[in-house]
């Protein structure tokens, strides 16, 4: 079983930047994709951005694109969100998820492994 550890949350004023990680141990990972999801108080998990772990593909939610950069480090099986502009509608946990199947991207339910995540909060 792969094992997923997210790091580098933290607070952060709006305009500033965080660069998220996750860190996939145990079993070699042999999944086809990662993606990043956020979850917020009383609100649904949502798909913040995803990478096809052959071939780097990279999709992104709309409310992010051209804010943040989703990256993945095949060698050591790691991938990382680099998060610029941060507004307060970021905060949320942030969880790291990975896909064996080939359910859509951004549906939570298609990730078969997840990460314990880590929160962000950005004060206005």
């Known amino acids: 079983q792969v094992q997923l550890v997210e790091s580098g949350g933290g607070l952060v004023q709006a305009g500033g930047s965080l660069r998220l990680s996750c860190a996939a141990s145990g079993r070699t990972f042999t999944g086809n994709a990662m993606a990043w999801f956020r979850q917020a108080p009383g609100k649904e998990r949502e798909f913040v951005a995803g990478?096809?772990?052959?071939?780097?593909?990279?999709y992104y939610a709309d409310s992010v694109k051209g804010r943040f950069t989703i990256s993945r480090d095949n060698a050591n099986n790691a991938m990382y969100l680099q998060m610029s502009s941060l507004k307060p509608e970021d905060t949320a946990a942030y969880y790291c998820?990975?896909?064996?199947?080939?359910?859509?991207?951004?549906?939570?339910?298609?990730?078969?492994?997840w990460g314990q995540g880590t929160q962000v909060t950005v004060s206005s």
């Open positions: 990478i096809w772990w052959s071939g780097g593909i990279v």
């Open positions: 998820g990975a896909r064996m199947g080939l359910q859509a991207m951004t549906n939570p339910r298609a990730y078969d492994v």
